[in-house]
């Protein structure tokens, strides 16, 4: 009898070959992990192979799934670029949904602004913001799961288009009533202060070379609190006599949100490049094509290119 294996079942595998994890294709996927264990039974039947068993922790191909992945990986790449076909994008009456990986910050930063402008522009559009491991980010930008991504990606080179947004610093976030507030920090003064240190350094954020750039500097006894995210980091410094150090535009925002103070980091930190990306297979698809100006004035802080211009 002829099998009927759905496209939506074969993205299934295609995710479940990079996450190795029915929870963490289940985030990818946007559904829940009970739905995934049934879609794997059903192609476990259709392929009259387990394809993927339980190793430790993680859930491992079968030598027939490892067969099947080069070409399922065609197939969907292929059926992604049909559907992208379509007719010119019309804001006022689309239906699309756009996903974006970008940081939980950076989200925090950006969805009051895009929604309260998509909902004159474009009322019907929805928008997707996700965080998935930088690792796969390439392989998503590529098959169309992810639309665009907001960020720094130095490793991101292989097909991948970019417009930078801005230079990202750092700067030291304090609370108000903090010595640092009424004396700017000397290297001295700095190094001796207590901190909260925001890992990523298993991330692939570009943080992480912050984090090993402090853990150097300062004295083990110094460092108060690790945590794993800058919001978390900034509820730390406004009860305590201790600093953060975090991107400058987290800064601000921060700085803002939890009535926070900011100082000038006497340390060598790096400056990177934020960026908008997306991979070139869809540099042309027009709602794609409509999209990265809106972002680029809302996160890049400049008026949009005139729509007969937009990156032709």
Do not use: C
Request: net charge positive; charged share 25%.
């Amino acid at each position: 009898m002829e099998k009927d294996i759905s496209l939506r079942h074969l993205r299934v595998l295609d995710v479940l070959f990079t996450e190795r994890s029915l929870t963490a294709a289940a985030n990818v996927l946007d559904t829940s992990q009970p739905v995934l264990s049934k879609i794997l039974a059903r192609l476990r039947v259709d392929f009259d192979d387990p394809l993927f068993v339980r190793v430790g922790q993680t859930m491992e191909p079968t030598a027939r799934a490892l067969e099947l992945a080069e070409p399922i990986r065609r197939i969907l790449l292929a059926s992604a670029s049909l559907d992208r076909r379509s007719a010119p994008f019309d804001p006022m009456t689309s239906r699309r949904v756009f996903s974006f990986f970008i940081s939980d910050v950076g989200a925090l930063r950006l969805a009051p602004p895009l929604m309260e402008r998509l909902q004159h522009e474009a009322p019907h559009v929805g928008i997707r913001m996700v965080s998935l491991d930088r690792r796969q980010l390439l392989p998503r930008l590529e098959s169309g799961d992810v639309d665009m991504a907001i960020g720094a990606f130095p490793e991101l080179v292989s097909g991948i288009r970019r417009r930078k947004l801005f230079v990202e610093g750092y700067r030291g976030l304090v609370r108000r009533s903090h010595p640092f507030t009424r004396k700017a920090p000397d290297q001295a003064a700095y190094r001796a202060a207590r901190h909260v240190l925001v890992m990523a350094r298993d991330t692939g954020h570009v943080h992480g070379e912050v984090e090993k750039l402090l853990e150097t500097a300062l004295p083990a006894d110094r460092i108060a609190l690790r945590v794993s995210g800058f919001v978390a980091a900034a509820m730390a410094v406004k009860r305590t006599d201790t600093v953060a150090t975090i991107p400058a535009n987290l800064a601000d925002y921060l700085a803002e949100e939890f009535n926070l103070a900011k100082v000038t980091v006497p340390l060598a930190t790096p400056r990177f490049d934020v960026a908008l990306a997306w991979h070139e297979r869809f540099h042309r698809d027009p709602a794609v094509r409509w999209m990265r100006p809106v972002l680029f004035e809302i996160l890049g802080r400049r008026k949009p290119r005139p729509t007969a211009a937009q990156e032709a």
